[in-house]
C-alpha cells in the first residue's frame, strides 16, 4: 500500500471454482497485517466481479454491498437440483417432456412475473445464517431446514439467447435432448439467481437449474475493469476510499476544523443544501484538496457530525 494512504479499494475477476474467501488469499500476501474483507459473497461455482476493501476501505464495504449487482447466468431446462443449480444432486424434470415446446415467446412471457419488486425464497444451500450457523451447514449435516421468502426488485432481466441440444452421454445408448438459455439480470441485495432460475423452470412446468454465474458489475463498478488474482503483483493500484460512497453528496470541512472534525468535533455544513430538513441523511466529508475525511450526518441544528472517521487525525 503506498505511503499515507489509509486504503482503498480492488476491483478482483474471481475465478469459478475456489470460495470468496479463498480469492482473497492473494490479496492478504500483497497486503500483508492490513485489514481486507469483500463485498458480496459469489458462490463456488459463480465467477466474476468481487469488491474488495483494504484497509480503510473495508469500513466502506456496507455502501458496496448495497449497490445494484448485474449478473449473466445460464438455465438449463428440463433438470431439477436440490441446490439449484449443477453442483447440487441433478435429476430429470418429470415434466422435463415440456422442453420440446419452449420457445423465445414462451420464455418472454414467462419473465413477466419476475421483474420487479418480487418475493423469492433462497435456497437452502446458501450462506444466510440460522441462529449464527450458515443454512447449507445446516443441511449438509442432515437437518431440515425452511428459509422465509423475502422481497427483492429485479430492475432489469433480459433473454439474451435460446438453444436446443440432443447428444449421446458416453456409455450410454440413448440420446439425451434439452434445452437452455442464457440471460442477464440486474437486481437488488440478496437476489438469488439460482432462486429466480428454479421459479422460472416451476412456472413454465419443465424444471430448470442454474449453470455459469458470472456477476458483470456492482453498482457502477464492472468486471472489465477488474484484475485476476494471479496478476495481483505489488504496486497493484487501488481505487481510492471515495470511490465507494461517490454516490454521497459531498460536504467541504474548512481547513482550520479538520483536525478537530477527525478527532469527533462538529463543523458548519459547507454544501448547497437548501434546508437542514431537505438534506441528505449520509455526506461524505472532504478536506479542500478532496480527500474523504469521514462519512457524516447532519444534525438538527446544521452541524455536520463525523460518524466514521476515515484518516487519523
Not at 441446490?83 to 422435463?96: I, L, N
Not at 439425451?176 to 428454479?198: I, N, P, Q
Not at 416451476?202 to 437449474?209: P, R
Request: proline share 7%.
Amino acid at each position: 500500500m503506498s505511503e499515507g494512504l489509509p486504503g482503498g479499494v480492488l476491483l478482483l475477476d474471481k475465478p469459478q471454482g475456489i470460495t470468496s474467501f479463498q480469492a482473497l488469499r492473494p490479496v492478504k500476501r500483497l497486503f500483508p497485517k492490513t485489514k481486507i474483507g469483500h463485498a458480496g459473497t459469489l458462490d463456488p461455482a459463480a465467477s466474476g466481479l468481487l469488491l474488495i476493501g483494504i484497509g480503510a476501505g473495508t469500513r466502506l464495504l456496507e455502501y458496496l454491498e448495497g449497490m445494484p449487482k448485474t449478473y449473466s447466468f445460464i438455465a438449463r431446462f428440463g433438470l431439477i437440483s436440490d441446490s439449484y443449480d449443477m453442483e447440487g444432486a441433478v435429476e430429470p424434470h418429470p415434466a422435463a417432456g415440456l422442453t420440446e415446446i419452449l420457445n423465445l415467446t414462451r420464455i418472454e412471457k414467462a419473465l413477466e412475473p419476475f421483474r420487479g419488486r418480487i418475493r423469492q425464497t433462497p435456497p437452502v444451500y446458501s450462506a444466510i445464517k440460522i441462529d449464527g450457523e450458515r443454512a447449507c451447514d445446516r443441511v449438509r449435516a442432515g437437518e431440515t431446514v425452511t428459509l422465509e421468502s423475502r422481497e427483492v426488485v429485479v430492475h432489469a432481466l433480459r433473454l439474451i439467447s435460446f438453444s436446443r441440444y440432443s447428444r449421446i452421454p458416453e456409455g450410454a445408448g440413448t440420446q439425451e435432448t434439452g434445452a437452455y438459455a442464457e440471460f442477464e439480470m440486474t437486481c437488488s441485495k440478496g437476489t438469488y439467481v439460482r432462486s429466480l432460475v428454479h421459479d422460472l423452470g416451476l412456472s413454465l412446468g419443465c424444471g430448470a437449474v442454474t449453470d455459469k454465474i458470472r456477476r458483470l458489475a456492482i453498482g457502477p463498478f464492472r468486471v472489465e475493469d477488474a484484475i485476476a488474482p494471479e496478476a495481483l503483483v505489488p504496486g497493484v493500484v487501488l481505487l481510492p476510499l471515495d470511490s465507494a460512497v461517490v454516490h454521497l453528496p459531498a460536504a467541504v470541512v474548512p481547513a482550520d476544523w479538520v483536525a478537530r472534525f477527525l478527532n469527533g468535533q462538529s463543523v458548519s455544513l459547507e454544501t448547497d443544501a437548501a434546508t437542514v430538513a431537505d438534506a441528505p441523511v449520509e455526506y461524505r466529508a472532504l478536506d479542500g484538496n478532496g480527500r474523504l475525511l469521514a462519512i457524516a450526518t447532519l444534525s438538527p441544528q446544521g452541524k455536520l457530525c463525523p460518524r466514521k472517521v476515515l484518516v487519523k487525525g
